[in-house]
């Protein structure tokens, strides 16, 4: 049943804490009381409803919050008013109005945000953050996201003030609360570029896989990676790099970094690969030592991208090893699979190793690394390592291959990893020290040593263009 005077209206403030009208108490911190009159705060509020009206309560704990806003609170009950509301007790009153649902007072609190709170005296750092994180605690505690919404439409910076004021808000980035950031993505809004910025500055004082936090894992979750290629491209490559380097670098990251920074430059590929799909051309990416040009992967005519790659390009000989010419230890093969069917196309590297350390060996050994397509549609290859895992295909597999008609591999042997990347995207980079397979490590060992040559060999060499010249 409707209640037949409408809310707010005036009671009179001058019953509150009236002996005779007032049937209910509220316990306040320090042990202070307020009595108030049931039916005015039902009127106002139909959770006090419930807890007068049918579970019979006379007494309300009110200790969770300030003495300051319980008596702002009562008073604009009785009044209709918020005389009282001010920025020290604002929050505590917004919490009230929606823990006990009075929605005339809870607009009311909206509208004191912006008209009070978001009116700076001094445009200083310290009345910004107030505001922002009034509207961030709101956002976080209550799910209230109108406060963001009006702190972000309201507030005016240009680019070199938020900058600014973004960097001092997230300073201490291991240890800001998660709504923080949350509320750091609002207001950057497409300047993505600064939450790059800032994150990049944060990992480059701890440049170690290991020390990544739980923030910083969150960070990349939470980035909209889209709308940060779209707008600032050259510093969301710059960043993607970065985190590359550092997944690279790094022999002891935990499975959830590694899936964390791979699921990041992954989301880049799907976005890059959308784009393509409407017209717009991927990035370039970085010249490739021996060709006179970039190659663009976003050519959707992959015929006369296929053309142009066999113009600088050559196939290798079929069913044959090909010994690539030697050069230091640290080497890196390159070879195109162009847009024919790859449905178990295999190729395989050969390395030669030395049986011993000693200066000058008396005998060699080798050892292969061997890839297989294994579906065409999802795109997924298997491979083994000789002396790693077991020499079968439809085990191992690579991790994230792009989709792409036309793939440029780069196969690279330190002498701690095997690492491999597919248009850019890094799809294995083992570790011959952990990553091997079980019963294999006495073998893996051999991986570890400098390599005499290593040779390259296919039985499809139509589709297979081979970059001659180790690099």
Not at 189 to 205: F, H, Q, R, V
């Amino acid at each position: 049943m409707k209640p037949r005077i409408r809310v707010p209206a005036n009671f009179g403030k001058e019953h509150i804490n009236s002996p005779v009208h007032g049937n209910i108490k509220l316990k306040l911190k320090d042990g202070q009381e307020i009595k108030v009159n049931s039916i005015i705060m039902s009127l106002n509020s139909p959770v006090i409803d419930n807890l007068t009206s049918n579970l019979t309560q006379s007494t309300l704990e009110m200790d969770d919050f300030t003495n300051s806003a319980v008596d702002c609170f009562v008073e604009s009950m009785y009044t209709g008013d918020v005389e009282k509301l001010e920025k020290l007790n604002f929050e505590d009153v917004n919490k009230m109005a929606h823990v006990f649902k009075v929605g005339w007072l809870s607009k009311k609190c909206v509208l004191f945000y912006k008209t009070d709170i978001l009116k700076f005296e001094n445009n200083s750092y310290r009345e910004i953050e107030f505001a922002c994180e009034i509207a961030s605690r709101a956002h976080f505690h209550l799910k209230q996201k109108q406060f963001v919404s009006l702190f972000v439409k309201h507030v005016t910076f240009d680019l070199v003030s938020k900058n600014t004021f973004l960097q001092r808000y997230l300073a201490g980035f291991a240890k800001v609360p998660r709504r923080r950031i949350d509320t750091s993505l609002a207001v950057a809004g497409k300047d993505l570029n600064i939450i790059g910025n800032c994150l990049t500055a944060y990992l480059s004082s701890n440049f170690e896989c290991a020390k990544f936090d739980e923030n910083v894992l969150y960070l990349l979750q939470k980035l909209d990676i889209g709308k940060f290629r779209q707008t600032y491209p050259s510093q969301f490559m710059e960043l993607v790099n970065f985190l590359s380097e550092i997944l690279e670098e790094s022999e002891s990251a935990c499975d959830e970094v590694k899936s964390t920074i791979t699921s990041f430059i992954k989301r880049r590929r799907t976005i890059a690969e959308k784009d393509t799909r409407n017209g717009t051309s991927e990035m370039e990416l970085e010249d490739i030592e021996g060709l006179e040009d970039s190659v663009d992967f976003g050519y959707k005519n992959v015929q006369s991208q296929t053309a142009y790659v066999k113009s600088v390009w050559r196939q290798p000989p079929i069913c044959q090893w090909e010994v690539i010419q030697p050069s230091p230890p640290i080497q890196s093969v390159q070879f195109f699979t162009l847009g024919e069917p790859e449905l178990q196309k295999r190729i395989g590297l050969f390395f030669k190793f030395p049986a011993d350390e000693s200066p000058a060996p008396m005998k060699t050994l080798d050892r292969r690394f061997i890839m297989k397509c294994e579906n065409n549609d999802s795109s997924a290859w298997s491979y083994y390592i000789n002396g790693c895992t077991k020499a079968v295909f439809n085990s191992e597999f690579l991790y994230n291959v792009p989709r792409d008609k036309v793939k440029h591999w780069t196969v690279t042997k330190t002498f701690t990893h095997l690492n491999v990347t597919c248009n850019d995207v890094t799809v294995l980079n083992f570790n011959f020290a952990t990553d091997h397979s079980t019963g294999f490590e006495n073998s893996c060992q051999m991986w570890m040593r400098n390599h005499s040559f290593v040779s390259f060999s296919t039985p499809f060499p139509e589709n297979i263009l081979l970059l001659s010249q180790v690099t």
